[in-house]
Nanobody
Framework: QVQLVESGGGLVQPGGSLRLSCVAS????????IGWFRQTPGKEREFVAA????????LYADSVKGRFTISRDNPERTAYLQMNNLNADDTAVYHC?????????????????WGQGTQVTVSS
């Protein structure tokens, strides 16, 4: 089992940037695909981005493509989500998640481990 802890959320003005971090408890972090999801009250958890364990290939939701960048540092057991040009629609609780699937997936049920989330609020 792996535990995930997110950080880096906060309040930012439209057009601003934030970098979220996701630190894993296990040295086998390199063996997991990492995904970022976000959720607002009353809505389903929404896929944002994912990075593959084997080759660090990436996948993005259309709504964040070109603005968000996912990356990982395996020795530090950390994944990042760099978010630029934020807008009000990006306001949500952001969760990172870990999966042992062979391919990158966008479905929350394919991720076995989840962090508690970090709040991102975009407002002037």
């Amino acid at each position: 089992q792996v535990q995930l802890v997110e950080s880096g959320g906060g309040l930012v003005q439209p057009g601003g940037s934030l970098r979220l971090s996701c630190v894993a408890s296990k040295r086998t972090f390199h063996g997991y695909n990492i995904g970022w999801f976000r959720q607002t009250p009353g809505k389903e958890r929404e896929f944002v981005a994912a990075i593959r364990r084997s080759d660090s290939s990436t996948l993005y939701a259309d709504s964040v493509k070109g603005r968000f960048t996912i990356s990982r540092d395996n020795p530090e057991r950390t994944a990042y989500l760099q978010m630029n040009n934020l807008n009000a629609d990006d306001t949500a609780v952001y969760h990172c998640a870990a999966s042992t699937a062979i391919w990158l997936t966008t479905t929350p049920s394919t991720y076995a481990y989840w962090g508690q989330g970090t709040q991102v609020t975009v407002s002037s």
